[in-house]
């Protein structure tokens, strides 16, 4: 009998997902091997299985203290524009589309069947399916979550490569391993080493400066270029989201796409409050989902901002204690609240 795809898609935990995303990375091109696991990260499943039983999503946010866009069903085309798959996007919305119309229960494994449906997107668009297999995986799982009559209603359309991404995949990965040259003298302990941090957001990409040994967040506040606040609302100063600096809210969580490695290491309230959270961020030395806050500098980093955060840890997944739920409500957030019971607006 056959078995529909979204129900052989609803089989598989969030644990069974990222350990099919783990067997594949081998494959997967050096330019989308990060961004894919952290698009996972960004839109995890028990999180939107969780969001999908509420009734009042008002009341959502304000106990989880959501904020920004965190519903995948309207950011079907958008949500992976930081992959350099992305690219390809209609073709690959397409084809697991067509996937879906024939799909039978005779396959292998998860793995198996997303590498089946790139191997076939690649042929068709000439291209090697490194480059197409990290952007399948995610087509997957965003028909898993929001279903394939909304996965089929949007539209496909590709965003405008911009910034580096409009360059090759080989040259993005060239280019995100570099330095900035400190000069003659940059061996010098003493000289002030001045790095780039490289961003895209849900709303464009950019760069701004971040000195030797300082936090990623504090090195976004100091770019005055522009209204942040009008690109996105949670961008008090600079372009990273950010409230407490001290990793109380968690506002200012990262991706890092590339130089993982320049960051400083993982403290003991990093790792805890990432839990607290509900960020799955890797259980490494150097992970790839980072507080900015926290995370400091010592060479040149690609970063991805998300759309949205929350404080969900002991509610989706169950693992954290009472007393670790307690993050400090910031002056950001006090100014909220006031502005709320003014004009009785949640928002």
Known sequence: MAVPFETYLQQFSETQWLETVDSLLCDIHDVDRNAVQIWFRFYPLKFQRFIEKQLNEADLRRSLGLLGDFDLAEQVDTSHKFLFGH??????KAAIEAEAEVFTDQKPTLAGEIKQVASNIAERLKA??????????VGFMTLNQVGLDKFKAAAGEVTKPSGALTKSSDAIVAERQRND???LLGF??????????????KTDSGKFRVMNDEEIASASGRDRSQNWRARDERCWEGVVPVECRSASCGTCWIGVLAGEEKLSEVARRERRQMKVFGYNQPDTEKPILRL???????GNVAIVIPPWNGVFGKQV????????????????QKLRET?????????
Do not use: M
């Open 87 to 92: 690219r390809f996007w209609k073709v690959v």
């Open 292 to 298: 900015a806050c926290q995370a400091k500098a010592y």
């Open 188 to 201: 010098l302990r003493t000289v002030d080493k001045k790095f780039t941090v490289s961003y895209i957001d």
């Open 317 to 332: 997944y169950g693992n954290i204690e009472e007393l670790e739920l307690e993050p400090v409500t910031t002056s950001a």
């Open 339 to 347: 502005i709320a019971s003014a004009t009785g607006r949640d928002d």
């Open 128 to 137: 090697d399916v490194s480059l197409v297999l990290g952007i399948t995986a």
């Open 181 to 183: 040259s400190q000069g």
